[in-house]
């Protein structure tokens, strides 16, 4: 405080420091002129909306609110009103904020600037538990984070995992790769009864068919060449008094499946070489990908084994139908990402455009990924330059009228037409190489994200370069 002191012992504070006392702001602030165009942004007004300051200073507020980073406009209730407004908006991303306008006023009541914050509602703030409730509420709220969701039927299915988290009936959870399955059986087991005990995830399809029944079930001294002296615990019995998550159930062998069955009915099974039944308590949730029911009609899965694995089930819709979900876990894996690698990366709001759109048949574990992979390859605003060159594709043939992701239109495509009609084969497949090589580098300037970008290499990038830029100015 003494540095902000003048000579009459007043308090002076420079721009600097006032900037960076609201860069510190977790609130987001940005000021209008009388013309409405943004004069001043703090950071976390470019953290919620990806984009940079000198990206958004001198624009007119329209110009920001026509491309939807939130809704309704603010702007028309405090010109009309001349004083303070507050209003609830809605974020591009779905999110609530509480945001409010105030006027400055000259001598003649104009307006001749306009101070705008916004903030997310955090009720938790308001609630002050006693000694005993952090570690539960703590408890709760990371339990209920494992999952994130805001669409209607996979909050159907959270509301089903909450009701039979505390009984042991078995289930069976169905749903594409990478959906979460994992996820969503570990956050039954932490609901319920046996929460602080074990919880084993044994995937099927990656244990080799002779060895999957003496590591389920385990094996006795002797009981074949190579066995461990004194036998050994299956994971089965390991996870006693837990939880067992067997992913991908449907790739048991046929002739495992009989001594499945029978730990599901009666809670014992019989060692390999041995002749005394173990006892067992554990409860069974299992997953696939698979349509199960029509291995039984096929006979390839036993029915009866079907139906008691099948005792609740639980259908997790693909990520391409949870389109309200695609945001929110793209910024819980940045978040994730950001802390892992101690970074401080923004998405794009154009980038989290292609996001929703895009199919993700590799689903939830394809998003997190990507965002793994561009959190350590991008530089602080992840833009669309940035993305894997399937995804830039796929937004180029959804919006013909804009640029591709190298920087050309329909030239390109209609060039390597053209190039086939009157050349070789190889001919049009260099030229057409140069051309994404070429563009590609005169936009990055770096073979690092030539190479992200063309899903190829870094050493195949650097000689593509070499080849192709060397004689333009571009490279050096």
Known sequence: ??????????????????KKILDHSPNEIYVLNKDACIIYANKAYERHYGKQLNEIVGKHNNEIFSKGYWKPSILPFVLKEKKSVT??????IGKEMITTAIPLLNDEQEIELIITTAQEPNYKGLYIPDEQEPEKLSEKNSLKESVITNNEQMNNVMEVCDKISM????????????????VLAKYIHNRGLRKNSPFLSINCATIPE????????????GSFTGANKGGKKGLLEMANGGTVFLDEIGEIPFNIQAKLLQVIQDLEFLPVGGRELKKVDIRIISAT?????????????????YYRLNVVNLQIPPLRERKEDIIPLSYHFLSVFNKKYQVNRIISKEVLDIFYDYPWSGNIRQLENLIESLVVTSDAIIQVSDLPIMLQQKNAQETPSQETPHGQNSTIQNKSSQMLQDDSLDVAIEELERNLIVNSYTKLR?????AHQLSISQSKASRLVRKYCKDLDLYN
């Open 289 to 305: 990908n698979r349509d199960l029911f029509e291995m039984v009609q096929k006979k390839r899965f036993r029915e009866d084994l």
């Open 210 to 221: 002779q060895l999957i029944e003496s590591e389920l079930f385990g094996y006795t001294d």
């Open 446 to 450: 770096s073979t690092r994200k030539v």
């Open 1 to 18: 405080m003494q540095n902000l002191m003048n000579n009459e012992g007043k308090i002076e504070m420079s721009t600097e420091i006032l």
């Open 87 to 92: 209003i609830k908006q809605v974020s591009y």
């Open 167 to 182: 009984v042991d009936a078995t289930i069976l959870i169905q749903g594409e790769s990478g959906t979460g399955k994992g």
